[in-house]
């Protein structure tokens, strides 16, 4: 058939074989005829060149993009780190440090906390981020490639195979953007490397955002240096103990992740959002993933996952909870920070709600007040040094069952420090009843037939 019997159709998919053959620059003769399909032959012009530019790369996800975007953003009213504001709070992280001493057995950090800007929180935090987000991105742009070759007709699918990298690269890089918008927002509203609760600051680093410790305080009616005081020792007390307790920030970060990997994109919703999707209007794309609409309802294992996740991080937040009261009793505007602190945890900011919705998964301490409970019960019993040790191992944490009743807990700990073998529980008995059949199997001859009977009376 000769070029000018064509049908715009025909065009089109001529077009599409000739950007994914790599073959150079689209003719513009060729753009021309969209006008019969009713495409803007300069947008489309637009889209195939980064669509180029996308089937160049390797497939991989360009997390440069949702650095840019979060830099950008959060640069945009950065107002930077003045020296008044740097002295005040180099002031008040001196003074926490001592009254932090005196509240925990944990030691204090090597390096020096610090005040930092919003751009600078956005380049330590986002290693972090990458990490918590990628199997979500992962998963996002392989539902893309899936659907795409499920919609396909079968003339169609060789060249779809050949794409297959280009919409990974185009799925990943539209969740990297997004990831970006969300962080950068979200450095707009954190007032600490603390403040979401998971481990986001590099091991050992303890800082504040003056910026946005001036927004939270603003109408809390509170002496600002009785509320940098007590920010400052919720901050250190944060990052002592995920200095000391080294393995509690792996176990957090692998627990989001395991998390994570469990979300798979609802292809329905995605192909119903593709029936119908312009061109021209890509905000409706954009706000589906936001929104979380591509992320289908919880597993019962992302349910139970979700659970364990929650308690883990109330138990953290329960802990630093007790500690920065104990050391800030001199504070007569505590108690009133601390309520402020715990409602803000409590609901969180646009930001962090976006970060949830994109990721499937809201970071709350939602047991944060029965932790605190069983930390003040655990520290009246048995003080502060048997307290801590308790984040020595993974296996001497509390866990739920101890935040609903402390009593045990404080039982096997009042008799350690006496110097007596604490009362049996449920996983002593457990592993008592193992190793008592371990041993009766080793007693066993070997020598037994087929037939004969066990001492027990069971046929061997």
């Not at 509240?103 to 935090?125: C, D, F, K, N, Y």
């Not at 007032?191 to 603003?218: C, E, H, K, T």
């Not at 007040?369 to 069983?374: F, G, K, L, T, Y």
Request: proline residues 6%; charged residues 25%.
């Amino acid at each position: 058939m000769a070029d000018d019997e064509r049908s715009p159709e025909e065009e089109f998919q001529e077009m599409i074989r000739q950007l994914f053959g790599g073959a150079g620059d689209l003719d513009p003769e060729r753009l021309s005829q969209l006008s019969g399909m009713q495409i803007d032959p300069a947008m489309m012009q637009t889209v195939m060149r980064h669509l180029q530019e996308a089937f160049s790369g390797d497939g991989s996800i360009s997390w440069d993009l949702a650095e840019r975007q979060a830099l950008h953003i959060a640069n945009q009213d950065d107002l930077g780190v003045t020296g008044a504001q740097r002295s005040d709070l180099d002031q008040a992280f001196a003074l926490a440090n001592l009254w932090l001493s005196e509240a925990t057995a944990i030691s204090e950090l090597p390096s020096p906390p610090r005040p930092i800007t919003r751009g600078g929180w956005v380049q330590a935090t986002l290693p972090v981020w990458q990490e918590l987000a990628e199997p979500v991105a992962t998963s996002i742009a392989d539902a893309l490639t899936s659907t795409l070759s499920d919609q396909a007709p079968d003339d169609m699918q060789g060249l779809v195979q050949g794409a297959g990298r280009v919409m990974r690269t185009v799925g990943g890089s539209l969740f990297a953007t997004q990831l970006g918008h969300v962080v950068g927002n979200l450095s707009k509203e954190v007032v600490s490397g603390g403040d979401v609760g998971i481990p986001l600051m590099p091991d050992g680093d303890a800082v504040i955002l003056p910026q946005n410790f001036a927004d939270f305080g603003r109408d809390l009616e509170i002496p600002e240096d009785q509320l940098a005081l007590y920010l400052a020792t919720r901050e250190l007390a944060h990052a002592r103990l995920f200095r000391h307790a080294r393995w509690l920030r792996l176990h957090v970060i692998s627990q989001v992740t395991d998390y994570a990997r469990g979300i798979h994109v609802d292809t329905s919703a995605l192909e119903e959002l593709a029936s119908r999707f312009d061109p021209t209007e890509p905000e409706e794309l954009r706000a589906a993933i936001e929104s979380g609409a591509l992320l289908p309802t919880r597993s019962d294992a992302q349910v139970e996952a979700l659970r364990r996740l929650e308690n883990l991080l109330a138990t953290i937040e329960g802990w630093v909870d007790v500690v920065t009261a104990a050391a800030t009793s001199r504070l007569p505007s505590a108690p009133r920070i601390a309520e402020a602190v715990r409602r803000r945890r409590a609901v969180g900011g646009p930001a962090e709600q976006a970060l949830g919705s994109l990721v499937g998964l809201e970071l709350r301490p939602r047991r944060m007040r029965e932790a605190a409970a069983m930390w003040q019960a655990v520290t009246d019993a048995v003080g502060t040094t048997a307290r801590d040790a308790l984040w020595d191992y993974p296996d001497l944490m509390p866990d739920a069952s101890d935040i609903d009743d402390p009593s045990a807990l404080v039982a096997r700990l009042e008799a350690r420090a006496r110097g007596e073998e604490p009362a049996p529980d449920a996983f002593d008995d457990a592993l008592a009843k193992l190793l008592a059949g371990e041993d009766a199997c080793e007693g066993d001859t070997g020598d037994a037939e087929p037939g004969d009977e066990h001492p027990g009376g069971r046929p061997v």
